[in-house]
């Protein structure tokens, strides 16, 4: 409860401070691995090739029992009428499968306001036969998310519903600041952008449960505990609980048509229950992505 007062602190303090943003950071994020915070919604037919490198693979504030760099590749089109579709495919590295995981979706971003902007799209998350990462336990995501700009601040509320093996539900709330350098760093053509934020995951967590039941012959070499007796953990996973307070330092270059970023996100799981033993923690993360117009 320490973090969370902080939390509101910050997010009341910073919203009776201002109101708007430069730009926009609105993308098709997946809200377990660490996506482009720099981006801008483009208002025409484009395409985005990108490249991802992960120091661990996290879900939903959560990590498995041993730690998962990857490397991952993203195509998303973009309509003129705000319509996206996409597909993403992730190895993990130290491995010999070729391709541990493919996502695939589509969805609608819609900018009503000047400060208000926000998507809505369906994921579908297919692995290999090994499924080695915590999100294996669910393959399908319904996801909502809005953003209000407060002139120097944006508050982010997404509202995620997973379903498959496990159903859950989570409401991520974040509160960021966007800036930029005002001079170019090597022509006329770029620039340098941050875009640091303090976040906070409620939801339920049926999906730790789940992926424990499903690696009983790894509890040993993992790590993996139980509670009681049983495998069941004797806590009830599908209550609302805050479950993660996360801090992340983004730095992007920028030109007209591709970025660079490398973020740098602290990790604070709280309320762990289950089957897993979630650690504080730091993640590293690198993206390059290229719109084609």
């Known amino acids: 409860m320490k973090y969370l007062r902080i939390l509101l602190l910050i997010m009341i303090c910073n919203a009776a401070s201002?109101?708007?943003?430069?730009?926009?950071?609105?993308?098709?994020?997946?809200?377990?691995?660490?996506?482009?915070?720099?981006?801008?919604?483009?208002?025409?037919?484009?395409?985005?090739?990108?490249?991802?490198?992960?120091?661990?693979?996290?879900?939903?504030?959560?990590?498995g029992p041993i730690t998962y760099p990857y490397f991952s590749t993203d195509v998303v089109y973009n309509t003129k009428g705000g319509f996206f579709i996409y597909g993403s495919a992730l190895r993990l590295i130290g491995y010999r499968t070729s391709v541990?995981?493919?996502?695939?979706?589509?969805?609608?971003?819609?900018?009503?306001?000047?400060?208000?902007?926000?998507?809505?799209?369906y994921n579908r998350f297919i692995f290999n036969k090994e499924e080695r990462i915590i999100e294996s336990a669910t393959s399908n995501d319904v996801n909502w998310k809005n953003s209000y700009n407060w002139k120097p601040f944006k508050s982010t509320v997404i509202l995620d519903y997973l379903f498959g093996k496990s159903s859950d539900f989570f409401m991520t709330i974040t509160q960021s600041k966007y800036f930029e350098t005002k001079g170019n760093i090597f022509d006329d053509k770029d620039y340098l952008s941050f875009n640091p934020s303090i976040s906070a995951i409620v939801g339920t967590q049926n999906f730790v449960e789940?992926?424990?039941?499903?690696?009983?012959?790894?509890?040993?070499v993992d790590d993996i505990y139980k509670f009681g007796s049983g495998a069941s953990s004797g806590f009830d996973n599908g209550r609302l609980n805050v479950l993660n307070y996360s801090f992340k330092i983004p730095i992007a270059y920028n030109r007209p048509h591709y970025t660079f970023e490398v973020s740098y996100k602290y990790s604070i799981p709280v309320n762990v229950e289950g089957a897993l033993q979630n650690r504080h923690e730091s993640f590293i993360n690198a993206s390059f992505f290229y719109v084609f117009y």
């Open 18 to 63: 201002g109101a708007g943003l430069i730009r926009n950071a609105t993308a098709c994020n997946k809200a377990y691995y660490t996506a482009k915070d720099t981006d801008t919604i483009i208002r025409k037919r484009s395409l985005s090739v990108g490249i991802n490198y992960g120091s661990d693979a996290m879900f939903f504030g959560r990590v």
């Open 100 to 121: 541990d995981e493919i996502d695939f979706g589509g969805g609608y971003l819609y900018h009503p306001a000047k400060k208000f902007s926000g998507s809505i799209s």
């Open 210 to 220: 789940r992926y424990s039941a499903e690696h009983q012959e790894r509890l040993n």
